[in-house]
């Protein structure tokens, strides 16, 4: 639906409107807006520099910027347990050999020598309430990426269906 014009979620925001096209290229008016925002784009769309680019393009002059963007050094479990951070470790040796990464766009450096000034990076644990969904994402991870994780010999394949199993086990565990 490239270039599509969609209708505002709620009727009574009448200056809203929604675009669907390439966050890369957007196609619109360049220095024209007050604040450019993206989430969870940066390590799906692989294109960091593009993306940078367009949103320095798009920013009107003393306009701003916000990246929200997931950072996988928050994928910790308390107590720790070691199946836990073998196959978080796994799902980011995958994402780095498919050339994404978790962490990359919350890295100060980037920004910085992208050009952009007074840069301010802040960082948000949150700790996953009994039940919470997100609870599962390493081993949703690991099943998305299994191809590449066993092509590549990151791990074998019986250890990961025992750190799997672990995994899920410790996600189901109130007292993590
Ligand atoms: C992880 S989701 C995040 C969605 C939303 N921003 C949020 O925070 O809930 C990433 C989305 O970006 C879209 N996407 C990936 N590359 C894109 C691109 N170059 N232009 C526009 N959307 C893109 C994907 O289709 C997916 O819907």
Same mark, same amino acid.
């Given at each position: 639906?490239?270039?599509? $014009?969609? $209708?505002?979620?709620?009727?009574?925001?009448?200056?809203?409107?929604?675009? /669907? +096209?390439?966050?890369?290229?957007?196609?619109?008016?360049?220095?024209?807006? +007050?604040?450019? *925002?993206?989430?969870?784009?940066?390590?799906?769309?692989? @294109? +960091?520099?593009?993306?940078?680019?367009?949103?320095? %393009?798009?920013?009107?002059?003393?306009?701003?910027?916000?990246?929200?963007?997931?950072?996988?050094?928050?994928?910790?479990?308390?107590?720790? %347990?070691? &199946?836990?951070?073998?196959?978080?470790?796994?799902? #980011?040796?995958?994402?780095?050999?498919?050339? &994404?990464?978790?962490?990359?766009?919350?890295?100060?450096?980037?920004?910085?020598?992208?050009?952009?000034?007074?840069? @301010?990076? #802040?960082?948000?644990?949150?700790?996953?309430?009994?039940? *919470?969904?997100?609870?599962?994402?390493?081993?949703?991870?690991?099943?998305? =990426?299994? /191809?590449?994780? =066993? /092509? +590549?010999?990151?791990?074998? @394949?019986?250890?990961?269906?025992?750190?799997?199993?672990?995994?899920?086990?410790?996600?189901?565990?109130?007292?993590?």
């Amino acid at each position: 639906m490239r270039g599509s $014009r969609l $209708r505002p979620a709620r009727q009574e925001l009448t200056n809203v409107e929604l675009v /669907e +096209d390439d966050a890369c290229a957007t196609g619109l008016p360049g220095a024209s807006f +007050d604040l450019v *925002h993206v989430r969870i784009l940066f390590a799906r769309a692989g @294109q +960091d520099g593009r993306l940078l680019a367009e949103m320095a %393009r798009l920013v009107r002059p003393g306009g701003c910027w916000r990246i929200e963007e997931p950072d996988s050094a928050a994928w910790t479990c308390v107590p720790a %347990r070691p &199946a836990w951070a073998r196959l978080t470790n796994v799902v #980011r040796a995958a994402f780095s050999r498919g050339g &994404a990464t978790s962490t990359r766009a919350t890295n100060y450096g980037m920004l910085r020598r992208a050009g952009l000034r007074d840069i @301010q990076v #802040r960082a948000a644990v949150l700790a996953l309430a009994d039940g *919470h969904p997100y609870r599962g994402c390493p081993f949703q991870l690991a099943a998305s =990426l299994r /191809e590449r994780i =066993l /092509e +590549d010999h990151l791990i074998d @394949q019986a250890e990961l269906e025992d750190v799997i199993a672990d995994c899920e086990s410790v996600a189901a565990d109130p007292g993590a």
